[in-house]
C-alpha cells in the first residue's frame, strides 16, 4: 500500500522577499530540470506521446501567470510554500471545475508540479515509493505522472489505483512503459486491501482480486504461462497470418505515412490493407499535384515488393478539414459533405489522384478503395472517373495499369446491407468498422460521453458485421476489415469465426493480432459465433469470448 507523503508546510515569517523570491525561483528551475531528465527517460523506453506529458509539466512551469501569481504572493507576505500551495490550489481547482477530461488531466498535472516544486522548497526531494526486495502490486489512492513514471520495474508488477479514468496521464503513462494497471477502482480501494495481500491484477479485465481462491489462482497461473507462450510466439513475426488448423488469414497494416511503411514490414505485415492518403493533403497550402502523389505510392509500392498495397482515395470532411478546400460549415457534419460525396462533388481532385494511382500500379500490387460509399451510383460515378484518369494518362502515351482491383469501405449499415448490389461493381470489400460502429449505433466516435455505448461487440454491430461477410462470399469477394476493431483482442476470434480474410491493424499490433489467430482453431471460433450471437449484450459477449479464448 502507498500512501503519498505531502510535505509538511509550517508558515514561516519571512525575513527577505528577495530571499524567498529567490528560493522559489531556485527551486522552480530545479524542478523544470527534473522534468527534463524524466522526459528524456520516457521518451527513450516509452516513445513521444508518452514523454509529452512531462515536456507539457515543463511547460507550466514557464506559465507566466502561474509564476507571477505565486511572486505576488510572495511579495504579499507569505513565504514560498504557502504562496505555491494556494495558487496551485486555485489552479488545479479552476481546470477541474472546467468541463472536458483534457483540462481534468491538466489539473492533475499541475498538483503533480506543485508537489514537485513544494518537495524541492522543503528539502524531501524524492517521494517514499515502496521498496521491496520481493515482486509487488502497488496499491494507492492515486499516483501521480511523476510517480508512475519512477516506479522500479524490477519490482513493480503493476499497479492498481483509487482514481482515475482510462484516458488518464498515469493510464497513458502505464501503457506507454509497458506496466499492467487498474485504473478508478473507487475510494473503497484503499480499505478493502490489507498491505502485504496476495492479489491478482487483471489489467485486461480492469480487475484486482484480493486472496484469491485455489481455483481463480490456477486459473490465472495457467493464463499466465499461455500468455508467455504467446509473447514468445508473437517474436515470429514473419510467418504468415495462420490459424492453428492452417486457415489462412492476411494479417497487414494501416498507415498514413510513407515511413510506417518499413515499420509495419519489420512487425510482420504482409502488406497494406489502408493507405490514408489524407497526409499527402494536411499541413500545406495547396493540393498535391499528379507527380507528387505518384512518387509517394510508387515508394511505398517499391518498399513492398510483391505484397499488396492497398490505397484508399482522400477522405476528407466530417472530422477531417482541409484548410484550403472550403467544404462550408454544416450542422451534422459526420452525416455531411465528405469522403466518396467530396470526391465526386471535385472530380478533377480524385481524377488527379487515380491517375497517380493507375501510373505507381504499372509495377506494384495496387488496389485503390473508396471510403464512405452508400450506393451502386456512387460506385459507378467513381469507377467512369477511373477509366477517364486511364484514357487521359493514354491520351498522353504514360504507362498505366491496365486493370486494378477495386474495393469500398463498408462504413455505413446502407453498404453492409447492400453487399450483393454493390458486389457487381467491386472486387473487393473493407468493412471500416471506426465509421460503421458510428453509424451503426448513432454514437460520435470522438463524443466522449458516449464511449459506453460504444462497443464492437454490440450485437447489432456483430449481426451486420456478420451478414456483409456472408454475403459478400456468396459472391465471390473476399473481405478485410481496417477498423481499430481488428485489433481488439476480445473481437479477433468472432471475426475470425465469420470468415473474416483480411484483418488491416495499427503496425504494433501485427505480432500480438498474428500471436492470437495462431493459437486458434478456426473451427472453434466459428461455434464461437454462434454462441454469441444468441447473446443479448456486448457484455455477455464479452464474456463469453474471454471464457473461451485466453487473449
Ligand atoms: C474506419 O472508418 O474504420 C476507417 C478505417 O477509416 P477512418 O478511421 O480513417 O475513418
Ligand atoms: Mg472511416
Given amino acids: 500500500m502507498y500512501r503519498r507523503a505531502t510535505p509538511r508546510t509550517q508558515a514561516r515569517t519571512c525575513t527577505s522577499v528577495e530571499a524567498e523570491l529567490a528560493r522559489f525561483r531556485r527551486a522552480a528551475a530545479q524542478a523544470k530540470e527534473q ?26 512551469l514557464e506559465d507566466p501567470t502561474l509564476l507571477d501569481a505565486v511572486e505576488d504572493q510572495i511579495r504579499a507576505g507569505l513565504d514560498a510554500e504557502a504562496a505555491l500551495v ?55 489512492q492515486d499516483l501521480s505522472p511523476s510517480e508512475t513514471a519512477q516506479l522500479d520495474r524490477s519490482v513493480v508488477l503493476g499497479f492498481a489505483i483509487a482514481k482515475g479514468g482510462i484516458t488518464s496521464h498515469t493510464a497513458i503513462l502505464a501503457r506507454g512503459f509497458g506496466i499492467p ?18 492479489v491478482i491484477l487483471d489489467g485486461g479485465a480492469g480487475l484486482l482480486i484480493v486472496d484469491p481462491d485455489a481455483v481463480t489462482l490456477d486459473h490465472y497461473l495457467h493464463k499466465i504461462r499461455l500468455l508467455a507462450q504467446r509473447e514468445a510466439d508473437a517474436s515470429e513475426v514473419q510467418t504468415p497470418g495462420m490459424t492453428r488448423d492452417g486457415h489462412r488469414i492476411q ?11 518499413e515499420q509495419a514490414l519489420a512487425l510482420g505485415a504482409e502488406g497494406v490493407g489502408l493507405l490514408r492518403t489524407e497526409f499527402l493533403f494536411l499541413d500545406r497550402k495547396d493540393l498535391p499535384d499528379e507527380d507528387e502523389q505518384y512518387l509517394v505510392y510508387r515508394a511505398l509500392g517499391t518498399a513492398l ?63 485503390v478503395m473508396f471510403p464512405m460509399v452508400v450506393t451502386l451510383d456512387e460506385l459507378q460515378a467513381v469507377r467512369e472517373c477511373l477509366e477517364e484518369a486511364r484514357t487521359e494518362l493514354k491520351r498522353r502515351g504514360m504507362a498505366c495499369a491496365e486493370s486494378i482491383e477495386v474495393g469500398v469501405m463498408v462504413e455505413v449499415p446502407a453498404a453492409a446491407l447492400t453487399i450483393p448490389i454493390l458486389a457487381r461493381r467491386v472486387d473487393f470489400f473493407s468493412l471500416g468498422t471506426n465509421d460503421l460502429i458510428q453509424y451503426t449505433l448513432a454514437v460520435d466516435r470522438n463524443n466522449e460521453r458516449l464511449g459506453y455505448l460504444w462497443d464492437p461487440l454490440q450485437p447489432a454491430v456483430l449481426y451486420l458485421i456478420k451478414k456483409a461477410i456472408d454475403d459478400a462470399h456468396r459472391e465471390g469477394k473476399w473481405v478485410g476489415l481496417c477498423g481499430e476493431m481488428a485489433s481488439d483482442l476480445d473481437a479477433v ?6 470468415g473474416l ?10 505480432p500480438k493480432v498474428k500471436a492470437l489467430i495462431r493459437s486458434l482453431a478456426f473451427h472453434d471460433m466459428q461455434d464461437l459465433v454462434e454462441r454469441a450471437l444468441q447473446l443479448p449484450t456486448a457484455a455477455a459477449i464479452r464474456a463469453l469470448v474471454r471464457e473461451t479464448v485466453v487473449n
Avoid at 484548410?323 to 455531411?336: F, I, K, T, W
Avoid at 491517375?355 to 500490387?365: E, G, K, P, S, Y
Fill in 35 to 60: 522534468l527534463y531528465e524524466v522526459q528524456g527517460r520516457a521518451l527513450s523506453v516509452a516513445g513521444e506521446d508518452t514523454a509529452a506529458i512531462f515536456q507539457a509539466q515543463q511547460m507550466i
Fill in 86 to 140: 494556494q495558487e496551485i490550489d486555485r489552479l488545479a481547482a479552476m481546470l477541474a471545475g472546467l468541463d472536458g477530461s483534457y483540462l481534468r488531466e491538466r489539473a492533475s498535472d499541475v498538483r503533480d508540479v506543485g508537489l514537485r516544486v513544494l518537495r524541492l522548497l522543503t528539502g524531501i526531494e524524492e517521494d517514499s515509493l515502496p521498496v521491496s526486495d520481493s515482486p509487488i502490486i502497488v496499491v494507492a
Fill in 181 to 198: 494497471a487498474v485504473v478508478g477502482l473507487g475510494d473503497s480501494l484503499l480499505n478493502e486491501v490489507p498491505d502485504g495481500a496476495c
Fill in 251 to 261: 494479417v497487414v497494416a494501416n498507415i498514413g505515412d510513407v515511413a510506417s511503411v
Fill in 305 to 367: 515488393g510483391s505484397r499488396p498495397l492497398v490505397i484508399r482515395t482522400l477522405d476528407i470532411g466530417g472530422d477531417k478539414p482541409l484548410p484550403y478546400l472550403d467544404l462550408g460549415q454544416e450542422a451534422n457534419p459526420s452525416l455531411g459533405f465528405r469522403a466518396i460525396r467530396v470526391s465526386l462533388a471535385y472530380p478533377e481532385l480524385l481524377k488527379t489522384q487515380l491517375r497517380a494511382i493507375l501510373r505507381a500500379a504499372v509495377d506494384a500490387d495496387i488496389k
Fill in 493 to 498: 476470434p468472432l471475426l475470425l469465426g465469420m
Fill in 501 to 510: 480474410d483480411e484483418f488491416s491493424v495499427n503496425p504494433v499490433a501485427i
